[in-house]
């Protein structure tokens, strides 16, 4: 929490978990009115990515990484970017069956539908993110049956 007279860090949220966990859903739930969205589905290449996450830096604008980010070297170059900038770095691990993330992404249509042999791929290469990394504050996500969202903290870094 802020003080009093001391100005409010931006935040960099960034998103790890396989396709079809629910990302882009909480994302538009929890972070739209607030947040911009990096997306390499939206943004299509790392060219276009950075020049997105180098605006976002430059104008202390806080942001959501909306990628897989399976693993620690992913998330590092959006974490080291952040935190050199002075934002509030912020992870959401999306857990998901591989059962499950199948199901909902078979009420894909078109480019949403991602093959099932990439989402095991990520499935299997995923390293748990941990407030080592970077991390002010990590949760975990799970979406239900019901498509709810159950949010939990794993950790927060000490404060100082």
Not at 43 to 71: H, M, W, Y
Not at 77 to 82: D, K, L, P, T, V
Not at 141 to 154: K, P, R, S
Request: hydrophobic share 40%; aromatic share 8%; proline share 5%.
């Amino acid at each position: 929490m802020a003080e009093r007279g001391e100005a409010r860090k931006p935040e960099a949220v960034i998103f790890s978990g396989v396709q079809a966990s629910g990302k882009s859903t909480f994302y538009r739930e929890r972070f739209f009115e607030t947040h911009v969205r990096i997306s390499m589905d939206m943004l299509r290449t790392r060219n276009r990515e950075s020049l997105l996450l180098n605006a976002c830096i430059v104008g202390k604008q806080p942001f959501v990484v909306d990628n897989t980010n399976p693993l620690a070297a992913d998330r590092a170059r959006y974490i080291q970017a952040a935190r050199a900038a002075g934002f509030a770095v912020t992870g959401y691990v999306f857990r998901s069956t591989p059962a499950a993330a199948i199901a909902r992404n078979r009420r894909r249509a078109g480019r949403a539908a991602i093959p099932i042999p990439g989402i095991l791929g990520t499935y299997k290469k995923m390293e748990e993110p941990t407030l080592e990394e970077g991390y002010d504050a990590l949760y975990s996500v799970t979406l239900t049956e019901a498509n709810l969202y159950i949010v939990e903290e794993i950790g927060r870094a000490p404060a100082g």
